[in-house]
């Protein structure tokens, strides 16, 4: 209505009236021919009954991208609005894209070539194990995870894994539960018994290292301070068997012996990502702790100094604390998604003991530097990439304690068609490993930059190609060249 006129200026009032609050009648789910509508719809957050509600909408979109078994370009959402009885149907569209990969990789460690094959199986359907009709070629559609996996050299090493991941337990309520077990072996070549004129006998020259270990999980996701926060829970058990190891002089302090490592960790996390491979927008924020019992605050009368090694590592004892973030900015607004992105990361860790009498863990350390494609890890090490340089240039040959790192990523997507995934992208990153807090200096950082590629295959998963310039000298590794590619296939950057 126009209310006054007066020289140039005309006051205008908009009068509105406010109908009632649309409510939810119908939540429809086309387009789902392999996964299970209890999976999708116990992600959706639009309930019948509740009224209408828009953040309700793009969160559900969020989740059912995050599941990774729908095409997220072309997930839709249709309201059908019914003015005479004030209900809307919500009709969400999706299509699904192949979740399971076969892996096939391969990785340079301890001067050897090592391969390595795994399934992953993302939708899985433990529930419709029994019935032969469901072999496509596993059972599917309840969006259970199960991931086998084989490593080796040859005789020199294999190592075998298992997990299963059921991400809600009960069917009700978003609690996760998971188990994983594995086993591996690493040896000089030499057989493991030899015939002799007494008979059958341990090989006196055969040097091994034989690992088991197993996880129980459990996580939750919470309610407060908001629903992106999850809490998980771990408990694992490693036994560390070596035989006239002798490379475990270094490493591990003895060359015969076991060492048993009974260790729970807790790690609470935020994750809002929008969705896992080419993130547009949403933050990823991690806080862990993993810590093994304090056995030498129980025996304090006890002489650890005056042990052994494989005495005094007999049940391993550590403290171990990480954080991570991970934030995604989208810098440009196409119409046809492909947008200019950028991606920050900072992540610090530290490894720490208990009693100087037993001194520091001979397990769990920290190594940086290279593209962390190394196929294996001996000793449950984190391996952290720094691209531009060598593999573990930037620690020592034992692992380091105190580790830091920052990465600024411009993504910019090539094609986000769900058969071939990829995007370009340049880097910065900087990195730096200590062994105490003496000698911490957050400043003092090895850099390096680049450009790189990232190309996803549903069966074969993320696969990566970086070229990358160290801007720092080494000290330990004068003859380092300057610039590198780095390439990985079937596993990740080794992020902190």
Do not use: C
Not at 106 to 131: C, E, H, P, Q, Y
Not at 217 to 233: E, T, V, Y
């Amino acid at each position: 209505m126009e209310i006054l006129a007066e020289g140039d200026s005309i006051d205008l009032e908009i009068r509105i009236r406010e109908g009632r609050q649309y409510r939810m009648r119908n939540v429809i789910i086309k387009g789902n021919s392999k996964t299970n509508e209890h999976v999708v719809r116990r992600e959706i957050r639009t309930k019948p009954g509740q009224l209408f509600n828009r953040s309700d909408v793009i969160r559900t979109q969020r989740e059912l991208s995050n599941l990774g078994y729908f095409n997220p370009e072309s997930l839709g959402v249709n309201p059908i609005q019914d003015q005479r009885t004030g209900t809307v149907d919500l009709e969400y569209t999706v299509e699904e894209k192949p979740s399971d990969r076969l892996e096939l990789s391969g990785g340079w460690g301890a001067g050897r070539l090592v391969m390595s094959i795994g399934l992953s199986f993302t939708n899985f359907s433990l529930r419709k194990i029994t019935d032969p009709k469901a072999y496509q070629p596993l059972p599917s559609g309840d969006g259970q995870t199960l991931n086998l996996r084989a490593q080796t050299n040859g005789r020199y090493f294999q190592s075998y894994s298992f997990s299963f991941v059921e991400p809600w337990m009960g069917g009700r309520k978003a609690n996760s539960l998971s188990f994983s077990a594995y086993a591996s072996v690493q040896s000089n070549g030499e057989p493991r018994y030899v015939n002799s004129d007494e008979g059958r006998i341990r090989n006196p020259g055969r040097q091994s290292l034989v690992i088991y270990g197993t996880t129980l999980g459990f996580g939750k996701r919470l309610q407060w301070p908001d629903d992106f926060f999850i809490l998980r829970a771990n408990a694992s058990y490693q036994l560390y068997d070596l035989r006239n190891y002798s490379s475990g002089q270094v490493i591990f302090s003895f060359a015969d012996g076991t060492s048993n490592v009974i260790s729970a960790s807790l790690q609470l996390s935020r994750n809002s990502v929008d969705q896992p491979f080419f993130a547009r927008s949403g933050s990823d924020v991690s806080f862990s702790v993993k810590a093994t019992p304090p056995y030498s605050l129980f025996n304090p009368d006890k002489d650890y100094a005056s042990l052994e090694p494989a005495d005094r590592y007999r049940f391993a004892e550590f403290h171990k604390w990480k954080f991570t973030t991970q934030w995604f900015q989208k810098l440009t607004n196409s119409k046809t998604q492909h947008n200019l992105v950028l991606m920050a990361r900072a992540g610090w860790g530290f490894l720490g003991r208990y009693s100087d009498a037993i001194g520091d863990s001979p397990f769990e350390r920290f190594y940086l530097g290279g593209a962390a494609l190394t196929g294996f890890q001996l000793d449950g090490r984190e391996i952290v990439g720094l691209r531009g340089y060598d593999d573990f240039s930037l620690s020592p040959q034992t692992g380091n304690f105190i580790v830091s790192k920052y990465t600024a990523e411009l993504r910019f997507p090539v094609s986000l068609n769900p058969q071939a995934t990829i995007y370009t992208l340049a880097f910065a990153q900087a990195g730096n490993t200590w062994g105490n807090f003496d000698k911490f200096d957050p400043f003092r950082l090895y850099r390096s930059a680049g450009v790189g590629l990232r190309l996803y295959l549903p069966m074969f998963g993320p696969m990566g190609l970086d070229y990358g310039w160290r801007l720092d000298d080494v000290p330990t590794a004068p003859n380092m060249a300057r610039s590198q590619f780095h390439f990985t296939i079937g596993i990740d950057l080794g992020e902190l």
